[in-house]
């Protein structure tokens, strides 16, 4: 099939190379001009593709970038995956999606088959997609993308897909499509249903999260470990599901689609409390960690020196959207600690460099990528720890 995907970003890239890998003809449209030269370059922006793919596919003529809309007409398929972010009022953003269907209006001449993959409430592609564009009976499915970056387990092959149709012939074409580099593909009776599968999947994740994230803190009261507790509660064989505390939530997904289920909710009149209030715990955990740190440094950072590890919001990724770390770092300068960061895989970051690893007053370890040494975190006299990962050290 000859494909077109809108959008080369985490998601759009790896789907490209999915299908390019299936023997596909694929275009990967972006509007970022140094990001597909990049690509063209055979340069791999995300982890878990690499270069060597990206060029194999280059050569043998199955993968090229382009930020020629055109490239969307004469395509077999099209699929959108571009951003669906919140709006400073943190309401859904669905800003990006309505400029691709404009693409899509705009250069897509005959009957396609159109899927989005960009996660959005139930209702988008129905609403949002397939009504805003007009002339061409277009097929239309939704296949959300449950992409997990970084993930050596779980990839795009392994992980099952699912699909929703406006019409039947929608699905099986979609089905065709996923089925060559999916090996369980799932369908289900509408895309409303795949949409709300999706942001269900991610919101269950949130309040989880929210729910050891509390517990950890009610566990430090009470003097016990909350990790040990949580060890001892995943002994169970059945019933419980480990889930691990931290700093806060990051990336695209968790701080950002459960806030769509809570608007469509808002929308049909019913209380969205759970993600309300595990937005709330989660959003509150960086001020919980500087308390704890100061404390830890013997009820005062100032002027000390701190260094804050891992500033990507998850272990082996350099991805810092919605990441925590930021809050982290600005309490503690707020609170009067010198502080510098280390992460090898960010390198620079809001106009600031990672720092090599010495002898600090105190590293916080927010996150903690597998090149990063134990030993040199160790350098600094005092080590809080979010991740359970230093052994001996103090932290949540
Ligand atoms: N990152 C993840 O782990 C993940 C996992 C599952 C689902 N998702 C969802 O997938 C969607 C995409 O997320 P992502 O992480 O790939 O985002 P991303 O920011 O990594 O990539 C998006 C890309 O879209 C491009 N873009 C923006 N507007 C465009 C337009 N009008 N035309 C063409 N390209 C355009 C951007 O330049 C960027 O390269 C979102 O809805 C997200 O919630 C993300």
Known sequence: MRVAIIGQGYVGLTIAVGAAGAGHEVTGFDVNHDLVGQLNSGVSHIEGISDSDLTCFLSTNNYS????????????????????????????????VHAAVELIQNNVKGPTLIINESTSYPGTLRKEIAARINGIQHLYASSPERVDPGNTQWGTKNTPRLIGGLTPEAVTKAKEFY?????????????????????????????????????AQIADALGISGREVLDAAATKPYGFMEFNP????????????????????????????????ANEVNLAMPAYVVKRVIAGAGGSVKGKSVVVVGVSYKANVADTRETPTATIIDLLRVAGAA??????????????????????????????????????????????????????????
């Open 246 to 277: 931290g700093p806060g939530v990051g990336g695209h997904c968790i701080p950002v689609d459960p806030t769509y289920l809570a608007y469509v909710a808002n929308e049909v009149g019913v209380p969205a409390t759970f993600i309300k209030r």
């Open 339 to 396: 502080v510098s960061w280390h992460d090898p895989l960010v390198g620079s970051w809001r106009g600031e460099n990672s720092a090599e690893l010495g002898e600090c007053d105190v590293a916080v370890v927010v996150t903690k990528h597998d090149v990063v040494s134990v030993a040199d975190i160790k350098k600094s006299s005092y080590v809080f720890d979010c991740t359970g990962s230093i052994p001996g050290a103090k932290g949540i």
């Open 179 to 215: 089925s060559s580099f999916c090996d369980t593909v799932i369908e289900v009776s509408s895309p409303e249903v795949a949409e709300a599968a999706k942001i269900f999947e991610n919101t269950f994740r949130q309040v989880n999260i929210a729910l050891v994230n509390e517990f």
């Open 65 to 96: 970038a382009s930020t020629d809309p055109s490239v969307l007409n004469s395509s077999d398929v099209v699929v959108i995956a571009v951003p669906t972010p919140l709006t400073e009022s943190r309401n859904p953003d669905l800003s990006y």
